[in-house]
């Protein structure tokens, strides 16, 4: 044995102390060391496990009787060799036996708890495997010196195996914690844009009620039947706002229907002066699309046209397939399109429902070239299987 001052054996558990916080360190921190110098994912996960085992190995190398004898025959370079080759062995063997373990399908199947004691007893069983042979080599037919080496070989195994089983299960909770955040953020979001939506869809434009219910008023006098007629249809405009089924779309077809219904009563109203015309495709009319999308770009062409010069207005909705998708156009014969447009309460409601429910997947363009209308591309085909 190497006789060492007091000084010196201070300093040695000193040293042996700080590279076993480091080796802890190092394996608490396992999967961010050398992410940015060293990019195969292999050969960073042997270089970082070389790392560690040769810090924690290194810290309890002077309890052990291999220290003492390369130190005292051989010196300390020799010593710094072995400890090297040591912890290449040990990183090449036990940690991609280890690591093989860990990362099995199979075994990842079994419970949390058996997984990682079947990772620790490979840890120990691979250690052994390769520190006893050595330990023999050296000290041939000591028993006392193999029973050491077999106790300090499972002590250290199993301690790192458990020190890396907290850190998985650490990491589980984690994981676990931010998952729940994330789905309690997404049911947040969602019932935001649920709320949202129905606020969208629950208002009707104040004005347009107003001028229906003092057209009824005055037809309930003049012609009982027409105002009979456009109670019936703003009664079914509102039935359709209510949405009973409590859905954020509504088919192709009810949405044309709805439209029309619209039509009808603005036609009642204003008799001769609005003339509208639907030439929709069939094989559409059991996607779906947001609820009240097409009736407030109707009623912004009912307003900048008819009301807003009193001359004949002629609105025509066209609906077509394109390439994955389908577009609506919505002509007019009205005054121009400014070429600044502010959007107002009812294109705006438009342009916020497919934000909600078609993000990144639309658009929503307005010309005057040829002709006036506004044209509403979706990229996205949903179809209602219920109806199909």
Request: aromatic share 12%; with cysteine.
């Amino acid at each position: 044995m190497l006789a060492y001052s007091i000084y010196e054996f201070l300093l040695l558990i000193f040293i042996c102390l700080g590279m076993a916080l480091i080796g802890l360190y190092l394996l608490t921190n396992f999967d961010k060391l050398f992410t940015q110098s060293i990019r195969p994912k292999l050969l960073r996960k042997n270089v970082a496990a070389f790392v560690v085992i040769f810090c924690i190995t290194a810290a309890f190398l002077p309890m052990s009787s291999t220290f003492f004898y390369i130190m005292e025959k051989h010196g300390f370079w020799w010593m710094l060799a072995w400890q090297t080759g040591t912890s290449v062995l040990l990183t090449l063997i036990v940690y991609n036996l280890a690591r093989f373990v860990a990362e099995n399908r199979r075994f990842k199947k079994l419970p949390f708890i058996w997984h990682q004691a079947l990772i620790i007893l490979t840890i120990i069983i691979a250690g052994l495997s390769i520190n006893m042979p050595f330990t023999y080599i050296l000290y041939p037919h000591q028993a006392n010196v193999m029973k050491l080496t077999a106790i300090s070989s499972i002590y250290l195994a199993g301690a790192t195996g458990l020190v890396y089983a907290m850190n998985r299960y650490l990491a589980k909770e984690r994981k676990r914690k931010f998952d729940a955040k994330e789905l309690e953020l997404s049911r947040m979001r969602e019932l935001k844009s649920k709320a949202e939506l129905e606020a969208l869809q629950s208002k009707v434009n104040p004005h347009f009620l107003y001028n229906a219910l003092n057209s009824i008023a005055d037809l309930s006098i003049t012609d009982g039947k027409k105002g009979r007629k456009m109670t019936i249809a703003l009664a079914d405009l509102f039935r359709y706002s209510i949405n009973y089924s409590n859905s954020n779309f509504a088919t192709v077809q009810e949405e044309v229907e709805m439209t029309e219904v619209y039509l009808q009563i603005e036609k009642i109203r204003f008799e001769d002066r609005l003339n509208y015309f639907l030439d929709i495709d069939t094989t559409l009319r059991h996607y779906l699309i947001p609820r009240f999308l097409l009736q407030p770009l109707v009623e912004n062409a009912v307003k900048h046209g008819l009301k807003a010069t009193g001359q004949l207005t002629k609105i025509d909705i066209l609906l077509r397939p394109i390439e994955k998708g389908m577009v609506f156009e919505i002509k007019d014969n009205g005054p121009d399109f400014p070429e600044s447009i502010t959007p107002g309460y009812g294109v705006k409601s438009v342009y916020d429902k497919l934000d909600l429910l078609f993000p990144e997947q639309y658009e929503i363009h307005f010309s005057n070239t040829p002709e006036k209308k506004i044209s509403v591309f979706i990229f996205k085909m949903i179809k209602d299987e219920t109806t199909v």
